[in-house]
């Protein structure tokens, strides 16, 4: 499921910790490099995250949440908050 690609960078988005393309696939290990590869750049088609190129590094990119990643993130968050305050 890519939304759960998403939420396994959402930690290293939220503490500001460049996330490489290299880092967030090993992030998802239970799943086949080239399998993860195509979700990439399904949610890059999706408009969910950007691939940016490294200023000192052209081998390396970094995978950068969008605008619509945020709003997907903060609305989890106030849906936590809500279920979290009726039980």
């Known amino acids: 499921n890519d939304m ?5 960078w959402g930690v ?5 910790v460049p996330m490489g393309v290299i880092k967030a696939l090993s992030l998802i290990s239970n799943r ?8 990439l750049h399904d949610l890059r088609s999706l408009g969910m995250i950007d691939l940016v190129q490294d ?3 052209r081998r390396t990119k970094y995978i950068l949440p969008t605008q ?19 039980h």
């Open 4 to 8: 759960i690609m998403l939420d396994s």
């Open 12 to 16: 290293a988005w939220h503490n500001n």
């Open 32 to 39: 086949a490099t080239s399998s993860s590869v195509s979700r």
């Open 55 to 57: 200023d000192k590094d």
């Open 68 to 86: 619509l990643t945020q709003r997907y993130f903060a609305k989890l968050g106030r849906c936590i908050h809500q279920s979290l305050a009726t």
